[in-house]
């Protein structure tokens, strides 16, 4: 890797202040901070490491704290001459979804509001003469980027872009109607004003992108910047082709959408998009076919520039890597699926690898797989039976949970692969027994990638029917509380045809990082331990903080929490608390921009209540409701830091 130079502790110092900064008016620049209490003599003081101070979870002893987001962590950096500086953090939301926000032309708009594919507002009229708009009540996926010339009006600053997505809503105003799936996803920029003396960002303009080019966008969740700057989308829980006619949820999809139950494509969704901004804060999209259809969640693509590990969140995913023919370009390449050899463990203190091995799939373009989607019904591809027909053409595979017995028609293979890719991986003997592999991320220094999963359940647990016996990933119990896994990236690599694969980032093992713990209920109602991860969701790592941010989406954890785990010390600090019922979202962990180090970070659904929240809900419920547009909105935002102790050392 190329030598990053050690930052000053003045340097260092600014950027951990505008660890987004609450503002700074409160204090002072970091700079007149350290000329304030006589730190100016040492001023270069080189940068040495960064420790997070964890919280305490929210208990009922305060009920305000369980019901919006809470914060009572802190960061302090070391130096190398023995100071240190502490910040504390805090959360600063851009809006609340449902909130009306500038367009930047005079004019208002809704944030998280749903459009069709004329880009006209979709109505939600399930309470008479009380008809809106629909927004969102789930933001997920989020970016922090710079465009290079880039010119906003209202800036007074420096203009910073936030990419957000908005995965789903949860239910129609009238709080009977499900409405998951039902709303092509939005997404938007926001055009932030970025203070340089305090780093606080400030919204100024909210653009909705036009997704009618790529048919709209089908449960966006997590996203991750990549290297050339661009916002990696994703698609979810791709529709089943083959059951399409019979899916409620797609109909109702292709409706709101089109005016049509009937006109939206299945093959159109479950794919990659990618966002590209405008140096005056609007935006184009486009959607990558050739990354394989799977339920993507999250996109982690190497410093290489053309690797990308990819999370797949389904009963019976896999490990997905596509390798692109160019750097910055994801339009055509290599689609690759894992084969998990012996040894694999969930537990960390195993310390056991499982090797990978690497089947290929297929190479593409996306040009020539969107023609097939375009054109090919299901069973022009393959035929799928969901009982054993009795004929030795067809191959018995699992997937989605349930066994089935498939048979690639002729000249099909490639269809096969980038159209029905994850029953394509299972027939050409890739390991699809993992359940729900949520984030991914990179810590290229160590040339080590992090994969969650959120539970380890059904197609992993031996004995289960989902489970496929040999296929490397055989627990010998649950553990609903989920595991981080790290793999090992190496080059070097050959496929199991033994055609060398051309990069230098290939996961080469798996083993487990961190794991959560499953309990009987305690007081709280948590049915895992609330002082470990429950349910590992986002990912993101921090080259400068040495640290692996972790969001949970939890049905075991009363309140779901943000926490940061430095990969040196082994240290694991809760950072954040959600509010109860909801999920930590948008994690995005920006080492630098103009100066500045960012945690971004959203939550989802507040007060969605399961089965846990039977101790917590009667006197929740109506605070959460306060709070957050009586449980139809939720935060987009970012934690902040401001100096606490100006000088320890």
């Given at each position: 890797m190329p030598h990053t130079p050690t930052p000053s502790r003045r340097k260092t110092l600014q950027m951990l202040a505008g660890l987004p900064l609450l503002p700074l008016g409160a204090g002072a620049s970091a700079t007149g901070l350290l000329a304030a209490c006589g730190g100016g003599s040492d001023s270069t003081a080189a940068f040495k490491s960064a420790s997070f101070t964890g919280m305490a979870a929210?208990?009922?002893?305060?009920?305000?704290?369980?019901?919006?987001?809470?914060?009572?962590?802190?960061?302090?950096?070391?130096?190398?001459?023995?100071?240190?500086?502490?910040?504390?953090?805090?959360?600063?939301?851009?809006?609340?979804?449902?909130?009306?926000?500038?367009?930047?032309?005079?004019?208002?708009?809704?944030?998280?509001?749903?459009?069709?594919?004329?880009?006209?507002?979709?109505?939600?009229?399930?309470?008479?003469?009380?008809?809106?708009?629909?927004?969102s009540d789930a933001p997920d996926g989020s970016s922090l980027l710079t465009v290079p010339n880039a010119k906003v009006d209202g800036v007074k600053g420096k203009p910073v872009f936030a990419v957000v997505q908005f995965e789903y809503t949860t239910w129609a105003q009238d709080g009977k109607t499900d409405m998951y799936g039902k709303l092509p996803s939005p997404i938007a920029v926001l055009t932030l004003d970025q203070d340089q003396a305090t780093g606080k960002l400030s919204l100024v303009k909210y653009h909705n992108v036009d997704t009618s080019k790529v048919y709209g966008l089908w449960i966006t969740c997590g996203a991750s910047l990549s290297p050339w700057g661009t916002h990696l989308s994703s698609e979810e829980y791709e529709p089943d082709a083959f059951t399409i006619g019979s899916n409620a949820m797609f109909k109702a999809y292709s409706?709101?959408?089109?005016?049509?139950?009937?006109?939206?494509?299945?093959?159109?969704?479950?794919?990659?998009?990618?966002?590209?901004?405008?140096?005056?804060?609007?935006?184009?999209?486009?959607?990558?076919?050739?990354?394989?259809?799977?339920?993507?969640?999250?996109?982690?693509?190497?410093?290489?520039?053309?690797?990308?590990?990819?999370?797949?969140?389904?009963?019976n995913s896999a490990y997905f890597v596509f390798v692109a023919d160019r750097e910055k370009d994801l339009s055509s390449g290599t689609l690759y699926a894992a084969r998990v050899g012996a040894g694999f463990s969930i537990d960390p203190a195993s310390g056991s690898a499982a090797p990978l091995t690497w089947i290929r799939l297929g190479s593409a373009t996306s040009a020539e797989i969107e023609q097939l989607a375009n054109t090919l019904k299901p069973a022009d591809i393959m035929s799928v039976q969901a009982k054993d027909p009795g004929d030795a053409s067809y191959t018995r595979i699992v997937a989605n949970?349930?066994?089935?017995?498939?048979?690639?028609?002729?000249?099909?293979?490639?269809?096969?692969?980038?159209?029905?890719?994850?029953?394509?991986?299972?027939?050409?003997?890739?390991?699809?027994?993992?359940?729900?592999?949520?984030?991914?991320?990179?810590?290229?220094r160590d040339k080590v990638a992090y994969s969650a999963l959120q539970n380890c359940e059904k197609s992993m647990v031996a004995g289960d029917a989902a489970n496929v016996p040999g296929n490397g990933i055989s627990i010998p119990r649950q553990l609903k509380a989920g595991v981080v896994m790290a793999l090992s990236l190496r080059g070097g690599q050959k496929d199991t045809d033994g055609k060398a694969i051309n990069s230098e980032w290939m996961p080469v093992d798996t083993k487990a990082l961190l794991a959560g713990e499953d309990i009987a209920a305690d007081a709280l109602g948590n049915t895992a331990n609330p002082d470990r991860i429950a349910n590992p969701d986002n990912l993101k790592f921090s080259e400068k903080l040495r640290t692996l941010f972790i969001g949970e989406d939890s049905g075991q954890h009363v309140n779901n929490f943000l926490w940061a785990y430095n990969v040196d010390t082994k240290q694991l600090s809760r950072i954040m608390s959600i509010p109860a019922g909801g999920e930590s979202t948008g994690l995005h962990a920006v080492d630098e921009i103009n100066g500045w180090t960012y945690i971004m970070s959203n939550f989802q659904h507040a007060g969605d209540w399961g089965g846990i929240h039977g101790v917590v809900k009667d006197q929740l419920d109506p605070l959460i409701r306060a709070n957050y547009r009586g449980k139809a909105g939720a935060a987009v935002g970012y934690l902040t830091g401001t100096p606490s102790q100006p000088r320890l050392g």
């Amino acid at each position: 890797m190329p030598h990053t130079p050690t930052p000053s502790r003045r340097k260092t110092l600014q950027m951990l202040a505008g660890l987004p900064l609450l503002p700074l008016g409160a204090g002072a620049s970091a700079t007149g901070l350290l000329a304030a209490c006589g730190g100016g003599s040492d001023s270069t003081a080189a940068f040495k490491s960064a420790s997070f101070t964890g919280m305490a979870a929210p208990t009922l002893a305060n009920p305000a704290a369980m019901a919006t987001t809470t914060v009572g962590s802190a960061l302090k950096a070391t130096f190398d001459d023995g100071s240190t500086q502490s910040f504390a953090l805090a959360y600063q939301p851009f809006f609340i979804t449902g909130d009306m926000v500038s367009d930047g032309k005079g004019g208002k708009l809704l944030a998280g509001g749903y459009y069709d594919i004329r880009n006209q507002p979709i109505i939600d009229a399930t309470v008479a003469g009380g008809e809106r708009q629909f927004f969102s009540d789930a933001p997920d996926g989020s970016s922090l980027l710079t465009v290079p010339n880039a010119k906003v009006d209202g800036v007074k600053g420096k203009p910073v872009f936030a990419v957000v997505q908005f995965e789903y809503t949860t239910w129609a105003q009238d709080g009977k109607t499900d409405m998951y799936g039902k709303l092509p996803s939005p997404i938007a920029v926001l055009t932030l004003d970025q203070d340089q003396a305090t780093g606080k960002l400030s919204l100024v303009k909210y653009h909705n992108v036009d997704t009618s080019k790529v048919y709209g966008l089908w449960i966006t969740c997590g996203a991750s910047l990549s290297p050339w700057g661009t916002h990696l989308s994703s698609e979810e829980y791709e529709p089943d082709a083959f059951t399409i006619g019979s899916n409620a949820m797609f109909k109702a999809y292709s409706q709101n959408l089109y005016g049509d139950a009937a006109r939206a494509n299945p093959y159109h969704y479950g794919h990659m998009p990618e966002v590209t901004v405008n140096p005056d804060g609007s935006a184009s999209i486009k959607k990558h076919f050739c990354m394989g259809r799977i339920s993507h969640e999250l996109v982690q693509v190497m410093p290489d520039q053309r690797t990308a590990l990819m999370g797949d969140d389904a009963t019976n995913s896999a490990y997905f890597v596509f390798v692109a023919d160019r750097e910055k370009d994801l339009s055509s390449g290599t689609l690759y699926a894992a084969r998990v050899g012996a040894g694999f463990s969930i537990d960390p203190a195993s310390g056991s690898a499982a090797p990978l091995t690497w089947i290929r799939l297929g190479s593409a373009t996306s040009a020539e797989i969107e023609q097939l989607a375009n054109t090919l019904k299901p069973a022009d591809i393959m035929s799928v039976q969901a009982k054993d027909p009795g004929d030795a053409s067809y191959t018995r595979i699992v997937a989605n949970g349930k066994a089935e017995w498939i048979k690639i028609n002729p000249g099909m293979d490639k269809a096969a692969a980038f159209l029905e890719t994850h029953r394509y991986a299972a027939y050409k003997g890739a390991s699809m027994g993992f359940t729900k592999m949520e984030g991914t991320t990179v810590n290229a220094r160590d040339k080590v990638a992090y994969s969650a999963l959120q539970n380890c359940e059904k197609s992993m647990v031996a004995g289960d029917a989902a489970n496929v016996p040999g296929n490397g990933i055989s627990i010998p119990r649950q553990l609903k509380a989920g595991v981080v896994m790290a793999l090992s990236l190496r080059g070097g690599q050959k496929d199991t045809d033994g055609k060398a694969i051309n990069s230098e980032w290939m996961p080469v093992d798996t083993k487990a990082l961190l794991a959560g713990e499953d309990i009987a209920a305690d007081a709280l109602g948590n049915t895992a331990n609330p002082d470990r991860i429950a349910n590992p969701d986002n990912l993101k790592f921090s080259e400068k903080l040495r640290t692996l941010f972790i969001g949970e989406d939890s049905g075991q954890h009363v309140n779901n929490f943000l926490w940061a785990y430095n990969v040196d010390t082994k240290q694991l600090s809760r950072i954040m608390s959600i509010p109860a019922g909801g999920e930590s979202t948008g994690l995005h962990a920006v080492d630098e921009i103009n100066g500045w180090t960012y945690i971004m970070s959203n939550f989802q659904h507040a007060g969605d209540w399961g089965g846990i929240h039977g101790v917590v809900k009667d006197q929740l419920d109506p605070l959460i409701r306060a709070n957050y547009r009586g449980k139809a909105g939720a935060a987009v935002g970012y934690l902040t830091g401001t100096p606490s102790q100006p000088r320890l050392g």
